[in-house]
């Protein structure tokens, strides 16, 4: 699951452009959530972050409106990581979505 943080009310609809950051790069999984969460927005800006913590900060540093990050995931359960930033941090979950992970075992 992944939960988009803001510090602005939850999913606004703007006419202004507006930025999100997501975890890792272009077709990650958080790369699909921000799309999910964002790509009805018309003047949408995404850009990839290399840590949860870069997310955080570009969030409350106002270089980005939103930041996709997850919450639990098949492999670890829950990222006690991203509640932690979320303690640290003066911001709201905007909302939550689920992703299916698909792997494929290659021998």
Not at 58 to 76: D, W
Request: charged fraction near 20%; include cysteine.
């Amino acid at each position: 699951a992944f939960i988009a943080a803001t510090m602005e009310p939850p999913l606004k609809r703007r006419d202004r452009g507006e930025t999100a950051v997501y975890i890792g790069e272009e077709g990650s999984l958080a790369h699909v959530a921000m799309g999910r969460f964002f790509n009805h927005l018309p003047h949408f800006t995404q850009k990839g972050v290399k840590s949860f913590a870069a997310a955080f900060k570009a969030v409350v540093s106002g270089e980005a409106m939103y930041g996709v990050v997850p919450i639990e995931n098949s492999a670890s359960g829950t990222l006690h990581s991203t509640y932690d930033l979320l303690l640290q941090h003066d911001v709201v979950i905007a909302g939550e979505l689920g992703v299916r992970e698909v792997y494929c075992l290659c021998g």
